[in-house]
């Protein structure tokens, strides 16, 4: 079955860097896109970045854009997000999540990982 | 960016009772391409990760029971569940994936009367 396990969370201070890593398994990883989406303590969703299977093609949400940097590496099944230059607005649980449609970039996710937690605090 | 907005915020329904949730998009989410509406439903039970519910506006994802369903097109749309379990307690996110950036509607927080 589908398992996506998210790792590296913690706290870090404003202005630092931060890696979280996402484990998958259970599919052909390297014929899906995927995703990051992250929720605020008690907030709702916000989409982050979708990377396409080959890791040829981004696209970031305008908050994040410049300063985080998804990527891949399909012969280890591992999907990363790079996040620098942190803010306080940047805490949230982090959730790797898979494409639907077996394409270069499915826009509509349906498994998602347990999440990781981010907070930004000095 | 298209704004996704949910309403009610929260529901408080009957076991057995009908829900009904609602969402509008800022701009059309049918595709004159294909004829389909780019538009999902998902289900976050308490510390849990999303699940999806829907997509393609009216089809159910696998395992999703059948009391769950979805409709409208354009630029407004409706998920039902025709008869509340104790299970479905949960926060509903409805979800545009027309174009990136991708986004969610804010939630609605369906609770037991």
């Known amino acids: 079955q589908v398992q996506l396990v998210e790792s590296g969370g913690g706290v870090v201070q404003p202005g630092r860097s931060l890696r979280v890593s996402c484990a998958a398994s259970?599919?052909?990883?390297?014929?899906?896109?995927m995703h990051w989406v992250r929720q605020a303590p008690g907030k709702g969703l916000e989409w982050v970045a979708l990377?396409?299977?080959?890791?040829?093609?981004?696209k970031y949400s305008g908050s994040v854009r410049g300063r985080f940097t998804i990527s891949r590496d399909n012969s280890k099944n591992m999907l990363y997000l790079q996040m620098n230059s942190l803010r306080g607005e940047d805490t949230a649980v982090y959730y790797c999540?898979?494409?639907?449609?077996?394409?270069?970039?499915?826009?509509?996710?349906?498994?998602w990982g347990q999440g990781t937690l981010v907070k930004v605090s000095s | 960016d298209i704004v996704m907005t949910q309403s009610p915020d929260s529901l408080t329904v009957s076991l057995g009772e009908r829900a009904t949730i609602n969402c509008r998009s800022s701009?059309?989410?049918?595709?004159?391409?294909?004829?389909?509406?780019?538009l999902g439903w998902f289900q976050q039970k308490p510390g849990q990760p999303p699940k999806l519910l829907i997509y393609?506006?009216?089809t159910r994802a696998s395992g999703v029971p059948d009391r769950f369903s979805g409709s409208g097109s354009g630029t407004d749309f409706t998920l039902t569940i025709s008869s509340l379990q104790a299970e479905d307690v949960a926060v509903y996110y409805c979800h545009e994936y027309y174009s990136a950036p991708l986004t969610f509607g804010g939630g609605t927080k369906v609770e037991i009367k």
């Open positions: 701009q059309s989410l049918l595709s004159r391409s294909n004829n389909m509406n780019y």
């Open positions: 999540a898979k494409g639907l449609m077996e394409t270069p970039m499915s826009y509509l996710t349906d498994y």
């Open positions: 393609w506006a009216s």
């Open positions: 990377i396409s299977d080959d890791g040829s093609n981004t």
């Open positions: 259970g599919f052909l990883f390297s014929t899906y896109g």
